[in-house]
């Protein structure tokens, strides 16, 4: 079977640093990527991981390490406007027979 | 323009009712994507469509069928639909060159459906 696992819930300190992690189990994998989902609101594309390593826009960043299944998602500099659901995704090929993916989101809970 | 737009935001139907979701972009992306979202879980896959052409249908019932009119439009047909279908229906696109979820997929506002 395909599974994402992430945690349920995270609280931090605005102003802090925050890591949500994601592993994964998929019979097909391309890549990794992350959304953002305030409540009431769409998804938003935050970042995609296709090679091993860290990639950074601004305040956040994404990691992933294919040998070991795992990717993170690390936020800085928080602000109660980051409170909201992550989710990670796997990404598959088109002429595969690969499954987009969602995790169960973690809920981002940030304190003043 | 970055825009995905959705109508309409919110419907209300009968079990008995037919009815249709349009979903719209203009940034020229060739994969557009329908997700079923429940209220505190994450998005599930509906289908995609590729070049216009349905590429995925994730073992959907046949109460929902889209249709992808042109390389701009996509559209969800809903017949005879349960309460259980009562959900937050969004719609995405994405250039998604080589693969699907592979590039950054642009999520419309979703439509509010409540089948009763």
């Known amino acids: 079977g395909q599974s994402l696992e992430q945690p349920s819930e995270v609280t931090a300190v605005e102003g802090a640093i925050v890591q949500i992690n994601c592993t994964y189990q998929?019979?097909?994998?391309?890549?990794l990527s992350w959304y953002q989902q305030h409540d009431g609101g769409a998804p938003t594309f935050l970042s995609y991981?296709?090679?091993?390593g860290l990639e950074e826009t601004g305040r956040f960043s994404s990691f992933l390490s294919r040998s070991d299944s795992y990717g993170y998602l690390l936020l800085q500099e928080l602000q109660m406007k980051d409170s909201a659901s992550y989710f990670c995704?796997?990404?598959?090929?088109?002429?595969?027979?690969?499954?987009?993916?969602f995790g169960k989101g973690t809920r981002l809970h940030i304190l003043p | 323009d970055t825009e995905v737009t959705q109508t309409p935001k919110h419907l209300v139907m009968g079990m008995t009712n037919k009815k249709s979701l349009k979903c719209e972009q203009h940034?020229?992306?060739?994969?557009m994507y329908w997700y079923k979202q429940k209220a505190k879980k994450p998005p599930e896959l509906m289908f995609v469509?590729?070049?216009?052409?349905?590429?995925i249908n994730e073992s959907v019932p046949s109460r929902f069928s889209p249709e992808c009119p042109n390389s701009s439009l996509l559209n969800l047909h809903l017949h005879a639909l349960q309460p259980e279908d009562s959900a937050l229906y969004l719609c995405?696109?994405?250039?998604?060159?080589?693969?699907?979820?592979?590039?950054?997929?642009?999520f419309g506002p979703g439509t509010r459906l409540t089948v009763l």
């Open positions: 995405a696109s994405s250039q998604d060159q080589t693969g699907f979820g592979t590039d950054t997929q642009y």
């Open positions: 998929t019979s097909g994998f391309y890549g």
């Open positions: 991981n296709a090679l091993d």
């Open positions: 995704a796997v990404a598959g090929l088109w002429n595969r027979d690969d499954k987009i993916i």
């Open positions: 940034m020229g992306h060739r994969a």
């Open positions: 469509y590729s070049y216009e052409k349905l590429s």
